[in-house]
Structure formats: C-alpha cells, structure tokens
C-alpha cells in the first residue's frame, strides 16, 4: 500500500477546483481514503479564538490555515508516511507520487520540501518582517529565493508536527500585523515558511535553476494554476 497521503483545502469559492484536484490525485494512484478534502469546516475553535477575524475575504488568516490544517493532518499519520499538499488551482501529474516517496528516501534527514519560486524572498516580503528581521536574515532575504509554499512534500512525525506548530505561530504573527496594515507585495505563508527554514535545517527549498535547466524538482511533476479558469 501507498504511503502518500493528500492534504485538500478549499474555500467555498474554490469547491470545483478542489473536486478536480481530488480527482487528478485519484488518476495518479492515490487512493481515496489517503485524500483528506477539506475546508474552513476544519478549522476548530481554536484558530478562531487564534484569528477571530479570519475569513475567505483574507484568506483565512492570511494563509494561516495551511499550518493549521496540515498539522491536523499530520497528526492522523503514522511516523514516516508521506504527506503532500497542493494548493487549490494546482493540478497534480502521474509520477508525483513516486517522486514524493523517493525524495524522502534520498532526503532522511530532511522533514518539508518545497518547489521554489524565481525570485528573491526580499521581493516580496511584508512590512513587517522587513522591520522585524535581523540583519543576517535581511542578507539572506535578498538573494534566496523565496519558497512555493502551495507545493509542499512532508515527512510525518514528531518533528514536523513541531515545524508546523512554529510556522503556525508565525503566520498568525504576521497576520495580525498584516491586519491592521495591509501590504500587497506580501506572499503571507511563503515568507513565514522561509524563515522557518532559516530556523531549522530540516526545511528544504528545492532550486529553480536545477528545474529549469534540467527539468528536475516537484515543479516536473505540477501544473500550476491549472484549475485557475475552470467554469
């Protein structure tokens, strides 16, 4: 039996995309029982006493409900199982599963991959933590580049429910500043994930220039956006 399993979030707005996306994952072997397919019902009390504020309209939290919700999901599986998260509009291809089981074998010391995005995580980092980072972070921030947060591979266990606990923690930070100052240049959970890894040396970016050179990396294996414009 497979040991990856899928974690699905949608707002009501993105319910077609998330039915799409489950049935992608069911063409590419996963089974059904191995995809979580959730929503904002999966957010307990809680997040809400966390973020009382949260709704679709901010993305709930600014993104605060990723952590949240793979921590949920995390919890429900076995040490060394495998979990995969992609975001509502990104669409999965056949091999992503075999590649997701692989990297974690290649990787056994490593507990969350991402895919990378092309560009440095100072260019699109919020008010706050460009007056909230030290100057060690700040350096690296400018030519490191900043994670695809809506394309994530996790080993389960102990530790990594720790990282999300901790990225949980600091998405909810952010958000509350974000709340009362808006910034739009900010990637919310994409620059809270990249400090994480600065935090901890289990926290992988995969690199965009292998990718894009030699077509290695998860960005082989996802359409992103795929499901943006379905009807």
């Not at 707002?11 to 929503?39: M, T």
Request: glycine share 6%.
């Amino acid at each position: 039996m497979s040991n990856i399993y899928v974690c699905l979030f949608a707002s009501p707005g993105f319910k077609r995309q998330q039915d799409l996306q489950r049935r992608a994952f069911l063409e590419v072997g996963v089974p059904d029982h191995q995809i979580h397919v959730g929503g904002p019902e999966d957010l307990g009390d809680d997040f809400f006493q966390d973020l009382p504020y949260a709704a679709e309209s901010n993305r709930f939290g600014h993104f605060s409900f990723k952590p949240y919700v793979l921590l949920k999901t995390l919890k429900n599986l076995q040490d060394e199982e495998v979990l995969l998260y992609l975001d509502a509009n990104d669409r999965p291809k056949s091999g992503i599963c075999a590649y997701a089981q692989n990297l974690m074998v290649r990787e056994p010391t490593v507990n969350i991959i991402a895919a990378s995005t092309n560009y440095p995580n100072a260019r699109h980092t919020s008010w706050y933590h460009r007056q909230r980072s030290p100057a060690p972070l700040a350096w690296l921030s400018s030519f490191q580049y900043q994670p695809e947060a809506g394309g994530l591979v996790i080993r389960a266990g102990t530790e990594s429910q720790g990282l999300m606990k901790v990225w949980y923690a600091m998405t909810v930070l952010h958000s509350h500043a974000l709340l009362k100052r808006e910034d739009s240049e900010s990637r919310h959970d994409q620059e809270t994930l990249f400090q994480l890894a600065q935090l901890n040396n289990s926290v992988k970016f995969e690199s965009w220039w292998r990718h894009r050179l030699f077509g290695h990396g998860l960005r082989k294996y996802v359409d992103w956006e795929y499901f943006r414009n379905v009807d």
